[in-house]
């Protein structure tokens, strides 16, 4: 079991930057690709960006790419979310999730084994 928590969600003006976290616990997360995914209010939740077991790859959806950067702390076990150049767009709530390391990037949430229980986002004009 990999249990995820979140943190770093707030207020922020539009043109901000926020960092998330995920913390995880239980197994190492040494075995598993990082994701996150984030959900607005009546909308479906969708893939924001991930990156490799080693870090040292990763992949961004079109709407954050240049704008967000994750990246994973050394010990592996802490992944991050830089977010730069806020949206309004962008405001929802942010989830981290694991999945095995498999061939290609998960971008479904249907692929990924783990979450955490998600930080809220709010990005205002």
């Known amino acids: 079991q990999v249990q995820l928590v979140e943190s770093g969600g707030g207020l922020v003006q539009a043109g901000g930057s926020l960092r998330l976290s995920c913390a995880a616990s239980?197994?190492?997360?040494?075995?598993?690709?990082m994701g996150w995914f984030r959900q607005a209010p009546g909308k479906e939740r969708e893939f924001v960006a991930a990156?490799?077991?080693?870090?040292?790859?990763?992949y961004y959806a079109d709407s954050v790419k240049g704008r967000f950067t994750i990246s994973r702390g050394n010990a592996k076990n802490t992944v991050y979310l830089q977010m730069n150049s806020l949206k309004p767009e962008d405001t929802a709530v942010y989830y981290c999730?694991?999945?095995?390391?498999?061939?290609?990037?998960?971008?479904?949430?249907?692929?990924?084994?783990?979450w955490g229980q998600g930080t809220q986002v709010t990005v205002s004009s």
């Open positions: 999730a694991a999945v095995t390391i498999a061939a290609g990037w998960a971008t479904t949430d249907s692929e990924y084994d783990y």
């Open positions: 239980g197994r190492t997360l040494s075995r598993y690709n």
């Open positions: 990156i490799s077991w080693s870090g040292g790859s990763t």
